[in-house]
């Protein structure tokens, strides 16, 4: 069993997988997607959407349209911003958050996952928007991942600060590859087919209202869940909480799939996710026996 992705653990809305099977039926895959799934996100988000290809098309377009020298990475985070950065030629230095915003200086770009990945550690949009003065008084740049903020009841950073994020995590459909850019997003990065036309159709016509109340659902669940599995393998293995559906471990166990984090410069520890309760019982009976 596969704990160790961070999609949704109560799936898709309800309808949307059916949605793209109608998709593919009509044949909608044969003419050019009409970005009509911007304006069900719009609604959702409740600031402007520029849809891509999923989220790393996004962190691509976004900050190459920024045009750093350098990428601030608080360390650990999501592993392929430095994949990125190398593609785009960019210097990567890695540290503490606060030793980054003390070196950040004109040409840097600070980039945060918030929540973060793999930590699952959580900043108010005050702190962010304080980072972004600091950062501005140094003339540097932030750049926000908030890929997993609908999981927890924090309000987006946008449009005051540039945001991307993905939404094949909450609407659990990484295989449609829809990602965003929120906020104030200069025309320019905007290429006239952003999406692929069968998450265009599913989108716009599961609706905001749809997609607003699976947020609920989602949280909901994750913030009665997550604790209860937390508590559970805390009994056991060193477990650093999070309000996210993910969190940290130290441990390993070929029972399950977790995923290690050795690459992040965390050996012996790993990250797991929860799935359904039945499901998470799985979890803790690998890791802590019967």
């Given at each position: 069993?596969?704990?160790?992705?961070?999609?949704?653990?109560?799936?898709?809305?309800?309808?949307l997988?059916?949605?793209?099977?109608?998709?593919?039926?009509?044949?909608?895959?044969?003419?050019?997607?009409?970005?009509?799934?911007?304006?069900?996100?719009e609604?959702?988000?409740?600031?402007?959407?520029?849809?891509?290809?999923?989220?790393t098309?996004?962190?691509?377009?976004?900050?190459?349209?920024?045009?750093?020298?350098?990428?601030?990475?608080?360390?650990?985070?999501?592993?392929?911003?430095?994949?990125?950065?190398?593609?785009?030629?960019?210097?990567?230095?890695?540290?503490?958050?606060?030793?980054?915003?003390?070196?950040?200086?004109?040409?840097?770009?600070?980039?945060?996952?918030?929540p973060?990945?793999?930590?699952g550690?959580?900043?108010?949009?005050?702190?962010?928007?304080?980072?972004?003065?600091?950062?501005?008084?140094?003339?540097?740049?932030?750049?926000?991942?908030?890929?997993?903020?609908d999981?927890?009841?924090?309000?987006?950073?946008?449009?005051?600060?540039?945001?991307?994020?993905?939404?094949?995590?909450?609407?659990?459909?990484?295989?449609?590859?829809?990602?965003?850019?929120?906020?104030?997003?200069?025309?320019?990065?905007?290429?006239?087919?952003?999406?692929?036309?069968?998450?265009?159709?599913?989108?716009?016509?599961?609706?905001?209202?749809?997609?607003?109340?699976?947020?609920?659902?989602?949280?909901?669940?994750?913030?009665?869940?997550?604790?209860?599995?937390?508590?559970?393998?805390?009994?056991?293995?060193?477990?650093?909480?999070?309000?996210?559906?993910?969190?940290?471990?130290?441990?390993?166990?070929?029972?399950?799939?977790?995923?290690?984090?050795?690459?992040?410069?965390?050996?012996?520890?790993?990250?797991?996710?929860?799935?359904?309760?039945?499901?998470?019982?799985?979890?803790?009976?690998?890791?802590?026996?019967?």
């Open positions: 069993m596969d704990f160790s992705d961070n999609l949704n653990p109560i799936g898709p809305p309800p309808g997988p059916e949605l793209v099977l109608a998709a593919a039926e009509r044949g909608v895959y044969l003419r050019f997607p009409a970005n009509l799934a911007e304006e069900v996100l609604r959702y988000e409740g600031v402007e959407v520029a849809l891509f290809n999923g989220a098309e996004a962190l691509m377009t976004m900050v190459s349209a920024l045009r750093p020298k350098r990428l601030l990475l608080p360390w650990p985070t999501y592993s392929d911003y430095v994949r990125i950065a190398g593609l785009l030629g960019l210097e990567v230095v890695r540290g503490r958050l606060d030793e980054l915003v003390g070196l950040a200086t004109s040409g840097d770009l600070l980039l945060i996952c918030n973060n990945n793999p930590t550690s959580v900043m108010g949009r005050d702190e962010i928007l304080e980072l972004h003065r600091i950062l501005k008084g140094r003339g540097a740049q932030i750049l926000v991942d908030e890929s997993f903020l999981f927890v009841d924090e309000e987006t950073a946008a449009p005051d600060v540039p945001v991307v994020k993905s939404y094949g995590k909450i609407f659990a459909i990484p295989g449609l590859r829809l990602g965003a850019a929120l906020g104030r997003v200069r025309q320019d990065v905007k290429s006239p087919w952003r999406i692929n036309a069968l998450a265009d159709y599913a989108i716009y016509n599961i609706g905001a209202e749809t997609l607003r109340r699976h947020r609920e659902s989602t949280r909901r669940y994750v913030a009665s869940e997550g604790p209860r599995v937390q508590e559970a393998l805390s009994r056991c293995v060193e477990v650093i909480k999070s309000r996210l559906h993910f969190f940290v471990i130290k441990g390993w166990t070929s029972a399950v799939k977790i995923r290690p984090l050795d690459d992040l410069g965390m050996p012996g520890y790993s990250r797991v996710s929860i799935k359904r309760r039945e499901d998470n019982e799985v979890l803790i009976k690998a890791l802590c026996g019967a």
